[in-house]
């Protein structure tokens, strides 16, 4: 078996290739623009464009693309060859600086909310030499930003290099207040888990709901869910353990530092987890791993779920960020050490990470917000749409004695003590986890847990930086014009955990009684759902801080928000039409057959024995007669409250009525048909069950 060491990146033109490949006085002016974000030189993009196109040719690329990331969701891509006519009526293989910088896809029919006409079809895409070209179906895919012909962002990749940008700004300008002059810069890492489901591709194509819209908008509860917790971290089955290894090997060739895969709590649901990387990189990887786990399924007859709540009744499917900060030395600027007390510099990142979470909760609500994670947020397996912070008993502590100017007693280390001898000793952590906080410390990071599986990292992080950002720029303002640093650093700190101490919370966030007392007492935000969040991202205050650190423009902002809402009414809205298709030409008429054949039954009877009574065909019957009027009926209301959304012009307006209108039918609708599915045959049912959804990969 090939060792992972010999073919790990082997598709991606990574720093090994390019010292390979590139001169040293190539290599070096690339290094200072990835590393240091200085221009780079015409001459160097034609010797890397003309080095990266020999590679990929070696490795069978016939084509290149410049590989972006629309607010779409997913990615995007236009491939070109390297095809060039020569004068004999041969071809040669070119590829210039220019084609690698500048791309122009046609960017009429992606989403600008308005940023633009739809007859303005031209766009453009630029390298981004901060995340590595890689092989992908034979093409060479080149990591891009997305831009309109007036030079607004249309994608993710942009606002996320603007914020990473604004960060490292401000927050070099602290660093040398504490005399790191060494540090060049300061960068972002991620490291994001990926939950999702897997389940066989013939039960898959049997539900036009999941074809559709991802989820299943009907099923009755299996015999058995997640009840006995027995598949979580449970044993691999084989057909799931082949997809993994063949996963793993895919990703490692694109230099993905996949490490750890296991089984989650529902049925049929697993989660893979990499190791960090810079934020730009990490977002990229992750937007390929859900790319290549949908690809990798279809060779072995699955299919990979990435919706947020593909099941009702059984956990949905998260994404943790994992986010920290690290200086280009090395050090992680959300590392305590030994003595955390005592550790200045990281108590005021640890300070400006709170003030950023509670002044911009909100955003960070907004950065998650879709129809498919309005199903998830809030349910027992996610954080609620609370924003707070878990910090654990020792840096609570800490933060205790600043604000009360008390002496802290460094927590012991204590041994674990199993109560077996053989068994190896080892140091206890001086806090537990918290898996109910939607922003926990862990160690030297924090993770940000409300993001759904199918969420672009880039969202998150983009408002998790920026927020930062305006955090740290607050304290640099104020520290750099100190007469005594020390002094003010002292009453910051202090100033910042008095004000912000609301946001933190170490306790249940499924609790009620914590939703009540967030809200009523502490005055936190609860927005339940993307309609209730998405208008707040033209706050004021939003637009000030994301505009002032240059991450957005206004009219960037304003065409986000129209887009995150029209994505919500379109994925709404499709789901709704697929419930009245199903109903009319599935359900209906399956239980209609059935019921056929109890009448049938009845009157076989009846002619057996006159006198015979009521029985348990008649009460089927009976039921099941009327569920269907009812459900016929409802599925009517359904149709006709979709016209009505559809009629509404006004974005923000159709949201709210599907929130308070369309959502309540469908919900009621599914009621009756997963009743109905309890009482019916299963011959009849027309669909696969639960059971055969969550069960069927051996």
Same mark, same amino acid.
């Given at each position: 078996m090939e060792n992972v060491t010999d073919f790990f990146g082997c598709l991606v033109f990574d720093d090994r290739v390019m010292k390979e490949k590139l001169s040293s006085e190539v290599y070096s002016s690339l290094r200072k623009t990835i590393d240091e974000g200085l221009a780079l030189d015409k001459s160097v993009a034609n010797a890397v464009a003309d080095a990266m196109k020999d590679w990929a040719v070696s490795k069978g690329a016939t084509h290149y693309t410049h590989w972006f990331q629309p607010l779409t969701g997913v990615t995007a891509e236009k491939h070109d060859s390297f095809i060039e006519p020569a004068a004999d009526g041969n071809v040669i293989l070119e590829f210039s600086g220019k084609e690698l910088i500048k791309g122009e896809p046609d960017a009429s029919s992606f989403p600008s909310g308005g940023i633009r006409a739809t007859f303005e079809a031209r766009g453009y895409t630029a390298w981004d030499p901060t995340s590595y070209a890689f092989i992908k179906d034979r093409t060479l895919c080149i990591p891009t930003a997305f831009c309109s012909y007036g030079g607004e962002a249309l994608d993710k990749k942009t606002p996320l290099l603007r914020s990473m940008a604004a960060l490292n700004?401000?927050?070099?300008?602290?660093?040398?207040?504490?005399?790191?002059?060494?540090?060049?810069?300061? +960068?972002?890492?991620?490291?994001?888990?990926?939950?999702?489901?897997?389940?066989?591709?013939?039960?898959?194509?049997?539900?036009?709901?999941?074809?559709? +819209?991802?989820?299943?908008l009907f099923g009755a509860k299996p015999p058995k869910g997640q009840e006995m917790d027995d598949h979580y971290f449970g044993v691999i089955k084989p057909r799931v353990a082949k997809f993994m290894e063949d996963l793993d090997n895919e990703l490692w060739k694109l230099g993905i530092l996949a490490k750890t895969e296991h089984n989650e709590v529902a049925p049929a649901q697993h989660e893979l987890a990499p190791i960090y990387t810079t934020t730009n990189v990490a977002t990229d990887h992750n937007q390929l791993t859900m790319e290549m786990m949908q690809k990798i399924a279809a060779r072995h007859g699955l299919v990979c779920l990435l919706h947020e709540k593909p099941f009702e009744g059984v956990n949905g499917s998260g994404k943790h960020n994992?986010?920290?900060?690290?200086?280009?030395?090395?050090?992680?600027?959300?590392?305590?050490?030994? +003595?955390?007390?005592?550790?200045?510099?990281?108590?005021?990142?640890l300070c400006a990470v709170i003030k950023a979470v509670d002044d911009y909760q909100d955003l960070l609500r907004i950065s998650v917000a879709t129809a498919g994670n309005d199903h998830r947020l809030g349910a027992n397996e996610a954080p609620p749409a609370v924003v707070s912070m878990f910090l654990?008993?020792?840096?609570?502590?800490?933060?205790?004695?600043?604000?009360?100017?008390?002496?802290?007693?460094?927590?012991?280390?204590?041994?674990?003590?199993l109560g077996v001898d053989v068994l190896p000793r080892?140091?206890?952590?001086?806090?537990?986890?918290?898996?109910?906080?939607?922003?926990?410390?862990?160690?030297?990071?924090?993770?940000?847990?409300?993001?759904?599986?199918?969420?672009?990292?880039?969202?998150?992080?983009?408002?998790?930086?920026?927020?930062?950002?305006?955090?740290?720029?607050?304290?640099?303002?104020?520290?750099?014009?100190?007469?005594?640093?020390?002094?003010?650093?002292?009453?910051?700190?202090?100033?910042?955990?008095?004000?912000?101490?609301?946001?933190?919370?170490?306790?249940?966030?499924?609790?009620?009684?914590?939703?009540?007392?967030?809200?009523?007492?502490?005055?936190?935000?609860?927005?339940?759902?993307?309609?209730?969040?998405?208008?707040?991202?033209?706050?004021?205050?939003?637009?000030q801080m994301l505009t002032s650190h240059h991450v957005f423009s206004e009219v960037e902002l304003k065409s986000r928000c129209e887009i995150m809402l029209e994505n919500y009414c379109k994925q709404v809205i499709i789901e709704a039409n697929t419930?009245?298709?199903?109903?009319?030409?599935?359900?209906i008429p399956a239980i209609m057959g059935y019921t056929t054949e109890l009448a049938n039954a009845i009157n076989v009877k009846k002619a057996a024995d006159v006198s015979a009574s009521v029985g348990y065909e008649t009460t089927t019957l009976r039921k099941l007669s009327s569920l269907k009027d009812f459900i016929a009926g409802k599925c009517d209301e359904l149709g006709i409250s979709l016209e009505t959304v559809r009629a509404q012009g006004d974005i923000v307006s159709k949201s709210n009525l599907i929130r308070d209108e369309l959502l309540p039918h469908m919900n009621e609708l599914r009621t009756m048909v997963d009743e109905a599915e309890t009482m019916t045959a299963a011959y009849k049912w027309p669909y696969p069950s639960y059971a055969d959804l969550l069960f069927s990969v051996r």
């Open positions: 700004k401000q927050a070099m300008r602290i660093l040398k207040l504490f005399g790191r002059d060494d540090v060049k810069y300061v +960068t972002t890492s991620v490291g994001a888990e990926q939950e999702y489901f897997l389940i066989t591709r013939e039960m898959y194509e049997k539900r036009p709901d999941l074809l559709f +819209t991802g989820r299943t994992n986010w920290s900060v690290s200086t280009d030395t090395g050090v992680n600027l959300l590392s305590p050490g030994a +003595t955390p007390f005592e550790n200045v510099q990281f108590l005021l990142f654990g008993d020792e840096l609570t502590a800490v933060l205790d004695a600043i604000e009360n100017d008390t002496h802290y007693e460094s927590a012991k280390k204590e041994k674990m003590k080892f140091n206890k952590d001086t806090t537990d986890r918290n898996r109910t906080s939607p922003f926990a410390f862990t160690g030297n990071k924090f993770e940000f847990r409300m993001l759904g599986s199918s969420n672009s990292i880039a969202c998150a992080n983009i408002m998790i930086n920026s927020a930062v950002a305006e955090s740290l720029k607050v304290y640099a303002d104020e520290l750099e014009g100190a007469a005594d640093f020390n002094e003010a650093l002292k009453n910051l700190l202090r100033k910042t955990i008095k004000e912000h101490r609301k946001i933190l919370f170490n306790g249940n966030g499924y609790d009620d009684a914590w939703i009540e007392e967030a809200t009523k007492v502490r005055g936190l935000s609860n927005f339940k759902t993307t309609p209730d969040c998405m208008p707040h991202l033209l706050d004021e205050k939003n637009v419930m009245i298709s199903m109903v009319r030409t599935g359900y």
